[in-house]
């Protein structure tokens, strides 16, 4: 069964719309009595508590009046803050540049020890160079249709990157060889991008893993590119959104997903040996 990455942002909606329901239900109010209250049409209210649309502070500060639970406003739209921001669309998150986007995950990854991190298709932001990660940031950008930055935000990309040579933190990286041979620059942005992936890949603090193409039975088929942050916080990127997982059943899915994709990977000298293999292919 595929692992569904957006099903915890909508069970965090089916629980705020479940407790509206019930702030409506226990003060005896039909669902056209409680749009009325609150000055909207009834099917607003249906749409709210079926968590087909995210309620706005102001909707549910109306709604707590409306059902004389004022004490529950707060609470509520903390939850449905904390809902909305595990899905969250990448034209929203790069609204205000690319730099800011890289800026914005500093605070997480001063606070994480243990980072593993799966990509199907891409060197992981961790281990890439500033060259790589502008080709790919630029072309972020021009998908996005958001002003390009890249520049900036392969740099800012880089400094955060910093974290791996810092002590008190501990790498698990899994890649599919075939991201190995995805050029997404020039052949000398790419050899140097894994040369320094050979690099980096030998420091005590990163475990760095390939899994074969040639890999016959796989356990697991690729799955898309996704970070564990400790066993408190997954992130999945799709192509048009980030998903942050934190229900503690979802992130046991993909921990127990990623240590089969790690038992099929090699390391040390062989994993070397297929980066060595790419770099000779750009030749």
Known sequence: MPISPSSSAQDARKRVAGRLRELRRDAGLTVVELAGRCGWHHAKTSRIENAKTPPSPTDIRRWCTACNAESHTADLIAASRDAESMYTEWQRRVRQGLRQLQDSYVK????????????????????????????????NAQLLDVPNDAEEAAAARLERSQIIHERGHRFVLLIEEGALYYQLADGDTMAAQLGYLLTAGALPAVSLGVIPRATRERALWPQELFHVYDDTLVSVELLSAQVNITQPSEIELYLKAFEQLRSMAVYGADARALILKAIEALR
């Open 108 to 139: 997480l990854y001063r606070s994480t020890r243990l980072f593993r991190v799966y990509s199907p298709t891409l060197i992981p932001g961790l281990v890439q160079t500033e060259g790589y990660a502008r080709a790919l940031l630029g072309a």
